[in-house]
């Protein structure tokens, strides 16, 4: 854990002192610049541990290692609520539209799985065991409804507003300030997820396990769900679908560290911030003076490494 947080600061010291014209240890004397790559880490901080700890609950509820914010259709319908109000809602009050609106649509699509896997996600635990592959199949399928609603949006919007919303979809931190209330978001989530660490490792050792020894399986299912699905909401507002964080930061670390909640949820969120930084710093110097999208550059990354863990496990 200390050599996470290590990691973590070094990155952090990296990506402030680095972008695109380079290195410069006295970035800290230009007061804009230091302004402008002090809020994209802060905040690459904070939605890098939300996806992160989202994807390690996620795959934990659903006992599947291929879980993530993506599979349910979550982030899928936080970016269709954020695109409709982008393109609905005056310039003036669009940032705080998508805000809203990635929260209302990650909410839409809660709703959807409730409602569509209900039985299997209430179901006592001595009549389903494993609830997981029934929602990752209606996670999948309302996760391709979203996609074909995003690709309808993009081709209606308007050619000025196009090549921003593509870029926000492939994953941008280009942010004015730094957003308070996801890092309450994260403190709330991140709180409850060790409160019930026990809870849930009891969880993770089987459900007729955990409810035998009095956790209330049907109740924990609920508040994980809700829970990753928040984090998810708060992250996709403000940064867009920034793919594989919640995929590969909680196999990297459960490899590590092995599967106590206790230790993998806080080394979970620790690695997804480093890991978002770095990915965004990397996006600001490797092809500099441009700067790519940075789900570019965490897919260009998590696809081998998960590649590479899958070799290894098999």
């Not at 809020?39 to 795959?59: D, R, T």
């Not at 995003?150 to 300030?177: K, Q």
């Not at 308070?180 to 050792?205: I, K, T």
């Not at 508040?223 to 990753?228: P, Y």
Request: charged fraction near 10%; aromatic fraction near 6%; charge should be neutral.
């Amino acid at each position: 854990m200390i050599a996470a947080v290590l990691i973590l600061l070094f990155i952090i010291f990296m990506g402030l002192v680095c972008g695109s014209a380079g290195c410069d240890i006295d970035v800290f004397t230009h007061e804009e610049i230091w302004q402008i790559r002090w809020v994209k880490v802060v905040m690459a901080c904070a939605i890098g541990a939300l996806l992160s700890l989202s994807g390690a609950l996620l795959q934990l509820l659903l006992r599947n290692p291929l879980a993530d914010p993506y599979t349910l259709g979550i982030s899928g319908g936080a970016a269709v609520g954020a695109l409709l109000s982008s393109f609905i809602l005056p310039l003036g009050v669009a940032a705080v539209g998508m805000q809203l609106g990635s929260i209302l649509g990650a909410v839409a699509s809660i709703l959807l799985l409730f409602i569509l896997a209900q039985r299997r996600l209430f179901a006592p635990p001595t009549v389903v065991e494993v609830p997981g592959i029934g929602l990752i199949l209606t996670g999948v399928m309302i996760a391709s409804g979203f996609g074909a609603i995003i690709s309808l949006l993009l081709a209606l919007a308007p050619d000025t507003e196009l090549r921003g919303a593509l870029f926000w979809l492939m994953g941008d931190l280009d942010v004015d300030s730094v957003s308070v209330w996801v890092w309450l978001v994260l403190a709330s989530v991140g709180g409850w997820s060790l409160w019930h660490a026990s809870q849930l490792n009891l969880l993770a050792h089987g459900e007729a396990t955990a409810h035998l020894l009095g956790v209330s399986v049907p109740r924990l299912r609920l508040q994980v769900l809700l829970f990753a699905s928040i984090a998810t909401a708060a992250a996709v507002s403000v940064a867009g679908a920034i793919g594989f964080l919640g995929l590969v930061v909680p196999h990297v670390c459960r490899l590590i560290l092995g599967n106590d909640q206790r230790r993998l949820l806080p080394a979970s969120m620790l690695l997804g911030a480093a890991s978002l930084v770095l990915a965004d710093l990397l996006a600001r110097t490797v092809v500099a003076p441009m700067q790519l999208p940075v789900g570019v550059v965490t897919a260009l990354i998590g696809v081998p490494v998960f590649l590479f863990i899958l070799s290894r496990r098999a």
